[in-house]
């Protein structure tokens, strides 16, 4: 397997004359944790759906797994696993229904949907809920759900889109806890969030602004040659600067 | 005068018993932060306040108002952002605000300053004109906050109003929320973010629907029967392992990039040494700090305070 | 084409419409709602019909006659003064839903042993109640007649005359537009619904970054709707023929295969609409804009085509309820073959191969539009 999981030349995204990602260049390696950090509408999302398949980049190169996003976008989706930024399982479904579902689209066999099913449904802790409905389950357990969801073909490369936002303290490490575990196991696990403290929990996070890529490092140095504590004073600081945009560009 | 009063509320769904009599009482122009994991119920006890739901029992008075007899004169002098508010997508920016103002028949001349004020916090000024359909996700839900604070209400509802909103423009909403109280404004507030517990006069711990603490962030955190330490500096999972051996250690949670450890005594500095050299830890550094909100949060979870 | 994709899509959307309490009253209640509408509420029964008289006889036995028609609890009679050029008016300003004409001579003609004739002038808007009428008059006259042949006076007959729908269209017209205005409702609406709404809430997206193909969505999605449109055209014909009693003279595999052609033409309307439109109201007012109006009005259901405008009759061809309200109504009342059915189908056929095209080539596999 390649070492390179997911790499961006110049990749740009604009919508009319609006450029929400611009000139974007990473290099994310295989069983890394890497962090995508920025304000509200700096381009996150919009850059996460480029390297899925979901949009495609005005400008620029990508590459995810290997393969090209412009020519290649089915063999990406084989590679990826992907948690949206809002919330993405079936709330009328019951807990297993959904898990088959996701299954199914995958194309995986019943044998195997149940196998992974047990296995899912026995690390969320929910063995006595599976017959109950999705809505009714509280988010943190929601949220770990719809990441096992997402990994049931069992994929080298994982997106997650603001996997934790709303969650509770617990929920939260309890979901990053599952996270470790897949990069242990070589995962690749590209995340975004506005919890700082999970910043810290990356191998390495990129922060962006206006569209733009203005840091990119692991936590420790980023403390270190921004001159603070944590990444929370890191992140304001970086994000106050002032912002290079000039005004409307609709 | 007490501004809000609920007295022993309860209520359930099917099986789940979402609230097992709660009571809390705030006052007027007071901050209040409802604090819990998710599923504890707040967003069932915020919505009673509202009069969206009526509890299987006790009463809830907003004002002086009942909230089973006083549904219209409540909602007249109350506002309410729930959980997910969504906006009308088709509408721009400034259309909705306007929208919005015009709904709650703000003056027309106290217009530009509040929406100056809430265009600073949300930074979606550039934006006016963009479809709230095209915003991004956190975009959605500062133009949604803008929109619920638009007017001001005699008392404010707010059920997580920051999900998903970035730190700076969290600060910066609180400020508003701070700006509004100093106004007369009763404000309650759920959230998942314990940064923000302190930001409130009081706040109320939820857990399985009943409240476990309440007061203000400092009361809450000085009743925290243990001393905590931030330790960093080396391998925090091999010395997380290692302390979970050690009968002195009552919690350990990890914090970014440190670990935080409550003990019922102070360890001694020998005691230290002794842990950093045992467990193979050279580079270990200890102090001890004041326990946070998450502290205390997380310690009711695990049970280490029952 | 992957049928275990094709199966997650389909089981899915089986649970949503199950547990969608507001689907299953469109699916279920919706077919005997709408044959209640048409078939009951067109034929509630009837009482006090006004009858306007006209008598231009005014003799003994013209009065004799009216008494009966007094006498009817059916009727409700009142003589009519105004102008022959404004008879109509009656029946417009619904004063009247019938005229009895009795003409001069009525009683001289009887009695001087000719054969005599009264007129009955009905208002056929509402078929049923037409019929009926009909009927009524027929016994009222023929009881009339019995009385009188005992005494010297020939019988006379009963010139009916039907007016705004000559040919008395009821049950056996009504049910075939029904089924067409259902299944268009299930096919196009739903349809064009569920996949909206995915892509409202978000989890569209979700489907999307999995390897499936555009047409793997579509058949999965289109499946459980298919079988509903069968399950409720089933119903209403059942309905129709027991208790509407519409006959059937033609092949109930016949009918069965093109229902099926019919439901396939109105599904790829549903997804067409659905790639156009972004939310579920939009989708909702141009299936009602695009689909069900067309149906209502211009399939020649309720208004015959041939005296439309031109311009109507051109849009008309366009209408796949136009030709599917022809065969179903040619297999139930005249047993048709295929042959003879063969231009509908074509048709039919034409539009469903080119909307699904349209179709499949633009749902996208990615948010872009
Ligand atoms: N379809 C669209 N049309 C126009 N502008 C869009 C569209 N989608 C996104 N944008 C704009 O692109 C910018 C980046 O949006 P994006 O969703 O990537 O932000 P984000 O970093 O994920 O933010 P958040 O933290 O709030 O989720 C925003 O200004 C947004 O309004
Ligand atoms: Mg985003």
Known sequence: ?250 | MHHLIVDNVAKTYGETRALKGVSLAVEKGELFGLIGPDGAGKTTLLRSICTLLVPDSGSITVAGLDISRDVPAIRAILGYMPQRFSLYQDLSVAQNLRFFADLFQVPKHERPERLARLYHFSRLEPFKSRLAGNLSGGMKQKLALSCALIHTPEILVLDEPTFGVDPVSRQEFWEILHQIRAGGTTIVVSTAYMDEADQCDRIALFFEGEIAAMGSPAAVKGAFPYRVYRLSGTALQDLKTFLEGQPEVRGIQLFGDALHVSFSEKPSPETWREWARRGGFPGLRWEEISPSIEDVFLAHMAGETA | MNPRRVAAISAKEFIHIIRDPRTLLIIFIMPVLLLMMFGYAFNLEIQDVRVAVIDDDNSALSRQLIERFEGSPFFTVFHYQGSREDLETLFLERDARAILSIPENFAATLIGKHPAGIQVIIDATDPNAATSINNYCRQIVTDFNAGLSGGAAMPFTLESNIWYNPEMRSAPFFVPGILALLLIMISALLTSITITREKESGTLEQILVSPIRPGEIIIGKVLPYILIAFLDGSMILILGVTVFKVPFVGSLFLLALLMALFVLTALSLGLILSTIASTQQVAMMLAFVLTLLPTLLLSGFIFPLASMPLPLQLISTIVPAKYFLVIVRGILLKGNTIAELLVQVLWLAGMSVVLLTISWRKFSTNLER
């Open chain 1, 1 to 250: 397997m390649n070492e390179i999981a997911v790499q961006t030349q110049n990749l740009t995204r604009r919508f009319g004359k609006f450029t929400a990602v611009d000139r974007l260049t990473i290099t994310v390696s295989r069983g890394e944790i890497f962090g995508f950090l920025g304000a509200n509408g700096a381009g996150k999302t919009t850059a996460i759906r480029m390297l899925c398949g979901l949009l495609l980049p005005s400008e620029g190169e990508a590459t995810v797994a290997g393969f090209d996003v412009y020519k290649s976008s089915e063999a990406i989706k084989k590679n990826i696993g992907y948690m949206s930024q809002r919330f993405s399982l079936y709330d009328d479904l019951t807990i297993s229904e959904n898990i088959d579902f996701f299954g199914g689209v995958y194309g995986l066999s019943p044998a195997l949907i149940e196998e992974r099913k047990e296995a899912l449904i026995e690390q969320v802790g929910l063995g006595d809920f599976r017959k109950r409905l999705t809505r009714d389950l509280p988010l943190g357990f929601k949220q770990r759900l719809a990441l096992g969801s997402a990994m049931l073909h069992d994929p080298p490369i994982i997106f997650l889109d603001e996997p934790t936002s709303g969650v509770d303290p617990r929920a939260r490490r309890e979901f990053w806890s599952i996270i470790n575990e897949l990069a242990a196991a070589g995962k690749t696990v590209f995340v975004t969030t506005h919890f700082m403290d999970e910043a810290e929990y990356c191998h390495r996070v990129s922060i962006m602004r206006a569209g733009k890529l203005i840091a990119l490092d692991s936590p420790g140095k980023l403390k270190e040659s921004y001159g603070r504590n944590n990444m929370q004073d890191v992140f304001v600081a970086l994000v106050n600067d002032e912002d290079p945009r000039p005004e409307e560009q609709l």
